[in-house]
Each structure stands twice: as structure tokens, then as C-alpha cells.
């Protein structure tokens, strides 16, 4: 998948036909020697803490962004908790107040922000 000079062509071909194979689950060419550590590092089944099964490879970044029970912060309390608790957590915690330091008026904390436009 690279580009040769025409005069090394085919001992460039000879080459990678004793030396490189074409993995089957992602197309990358990797060494011979590496393949079975390649197909065990990479492509091997896993299964996350949120019970999906995944490729090892995938696992990253599925903890990272999609993965129901990966950490995130209350917008209101920074409370860290998992991403599936946490629309139920902000309804409850938004719903609390604060005192308007502007008015005195007391505000819920999920309209805090847009309260001073509203007080002025």
C-alpha cells in the first residue's frame, strides 16, 4: 500500500509476499511474525463494565463517549456520576434554588444563567 520505484518492484513484491499479510478483520498489513499478537491485541472480544461486547481496539473509545456508565459531571453540583443516572440526577439537582444576588428573588439553579437577563 505504498508507493515503489519501478526498479524495486519486485523484490519489493517478493518481500512482502514472504513477510506481510493482509489482516482480516481491519485490512492493515502487518508483519507475519506479528499477526497472531495483532489479532489478540486488537480484535480480540471484550466485554465493557456496561456488559457490551466490543473488539479491544473499540473499547477506548467507547468508555470514552458512548458507554452508558461512563463518568460524567452534574452540570448544577459537580457531582461525578454515571452518564445513564444522569438526566434523572439534573432534573432533581436543577430543580433546587439559589438567591438572586442581583433581585434576592430565589431561582432555580437549571435557570440561573438566564436569570439575569430577566431581573436586569
Do not use: W, Y
Not at 478483520?25 to 499478537?37: G, H, L, V, Y
Not at 431561582?107 to 436569570?115: G, I, T
Amino acid at each position: 500500500k505504498k508507493d515503489i520505484p519501478a526498479v524495486n518492484f519486485i523484490i519489493h513484491e517478493i518481500h512482502c509476499r514472504r513477510n506481510i499479510e493482509i489482516c482480516p478483520f481491519c485490512s492493515d498489513s502487518i508483519p507475519k511474525s506479528e499477526m497472531k499478537n495483532h489479532i489478540e491485541s486488537e480484535h480480540v472480544q471484550v466485554t465493557c463494565k456496561c456488559r457490551m461486547k466490543m473488539e479491544r481496539s473499540l473499547l477506548e473509545d467507547h468508555e470514552a463517549s458512548s458507554c452508558p456508565l461512563r463518568p460524567v459531571l452534574c452540570q448544577f453540583c459537580d457531582l461525578q456520576l454515571a452518564f445513564n443516572k444522569l438526566q434523572e440526577h439534573e432534573l432533581f439537582c436543577g430543580a433546587r434554588t439559589e438567591p438572586c444576588g442581583r433581585c434576592g428573588r430565589h431561582v432555580l439553579l437549571r435557570e440561573l444563567q438566564e436569570h439575569p437577563r430577566l431581573c436586569g
